[in-house]
C-alpha cells in the first residue's frame, strides 16, 4: 500500500468551511480512480494545520490520479484557500 501525507499550510481567514467542502468533494473525485482506497482530513487537537492522509494501492495507482485532470482541477480550487502550498510526504506501507 502507498500513503501520501499531505501536510497542509494555514487556511486563509474565513475560508475553514469552504476548504472542508473542498476536501469533501475532492474525495469523491478521488474515489473515481483506479486504486484508491481512501483519504482523510486530520486537524491537531491543540490546534495546527490540517494533514491529509490518502491511501492508494501502489505508488502508480497513486501517481495516475496525481497527473490526472481531476488533481488539476483539485489544485486549481483549493490553492485560491490556502495561505502557501502544501507539502508532500510519500510513503510505503512494510508492515500492516
Given at each position: 500500500?502507498?500513503?501520501?501525507?499531505?501536510?497542509?499550510?494555514?487556511?486563509?481567514?474565513?475560508?475553514?468551511?469552504?476548504?472542508?467542502?473542498?476536501?469533501?468533494?475532492?474525495?469523491?473525485?478521488?474515489?473515481?480512480?483506479?486504486?484508491?482506497?481512501?483519504?482523510?482530513?486530520?486537524?491537531?487537537?491543540?490546534?495546527?494545520?490540517?494533514?491529509?492522509?490518502?491511501?492508494?494501492?501502489?505508488?502508480?495507482t497513486f501517481m495516475a490520479m496525481h497527473t490526472?485532470?481531476?488533481?488539476?482541477?483539485?489544485?486549481?480550487?483549493?490553492?485560491?484557500?490556502?495561505?502557501?502550498?502544501?507539502?508532500?510526504?510519500?510513503?510505503?506501507?512494510?508492515?500492516?
Amino acid at each position: 500500500m502507498f500513503i501520501n501525507i499531505i501536510n497542509f499550510p494555514p487556511i486563509k481567514e474565513g475560508k475553514d468551511a469552504e476548504f472542508r467542502e473542498w476536501f469533501e468533494w475532492s474525495n469523491q473525485e478521488y474515489a473515481k480512480h483506479k486504486g484508491f482506497i481512501g483519504r482523510r482530513l486530520l486537524k491537531p487537537r491543540e490546534g495546527g494545520n490540517y494533514v491529509g492522509l490518502v491511501e492508494h494501492e501502489s505508488y502508480e495507482t497513486f501517481m495516475a490520479m496525481h497527473t490526472s485532470p481531476t488533481q488539476a482541477e483539485a489544485g486549481k480550487r483549493v490553492m485560491p484557500l490556502l495561505d502557501g502550498s502544501p507539502t508532500p510526504a510519500f510513503l510505503e506501507v512494510v508492515i500492516e
